[in-house]
């Protein structure tokens, strides 16, 4: 059984999230426009269970590990709500293909066989279930000892 990846950067708990729309970089009147669009919105509260690995980008040198989402339903149903919401709010959608997925580590400099093991010996991954009652918006800084996440606001 592989113990690691050589060369990965886990992410921390405190660190782990689920990203449902990336901004990029905006400056502080989209923000604001942003926050005005998701400010009222409402979402029932659902379960969400992190299931199986994985890495992006989906072709090339993997440059991430990631654990998925057991059931994305609700996660998709909340990203959509957000994308009608931000309609109005000039910020650019992003173009690739959302896949619902919580960040484990960065691989850039680790080797593929290590990913392809770790994956292989973790492909039964499941996490305990968990309640999703809220909506952050985050701003991060890039540091070269990984991101840095502020809640901004909450929905």
Do not use: C
Request: no cysteine; proline share 6%; charged share 25%.
């Amino acid at each position: 059984m592989s113990v690691g990846v050589p060369g990965a950067r886990w992410e921390g708990r405190d660190k782990f999230h689920l990203t449902l729309l990336y901004l990029g970089e905006v400056d502080g009147r989209v923000q604001r426009e942003v926050v005005d669009a998701l400010t009222g919105l409402r979402f029932a509260p659902f379960d969400l269970t992190l299931k199986g690995v994985g890495f992006f980008p989906p072709r090339g040198d993997p440059t991430s590990l990631w654990a998925g989402v057991a059931d994305p339903g609700p996660v998709i149903a909340l990203r959509q709500r957000i994308d009608a919401r931000l309609r109005t709010v000039d910020v650019t959608p992003d173009a690739r293909k959302f896949v619902p997925h919580v960040t484990l580590a960065r691989v850039a400099d680790s080797p593929v066989e290590a990913i392809v093991a770790y994956m292989s010996d973790h492909v039964l991954f499941r996490s305990e279930t968990f309640r999703v009652e809220q909506l952050n918006l985050y701003s991060s800084v890039r540091t070269s000892k990984g991101s840095h996440y502020r809640i901004e606001a909450g929905f």
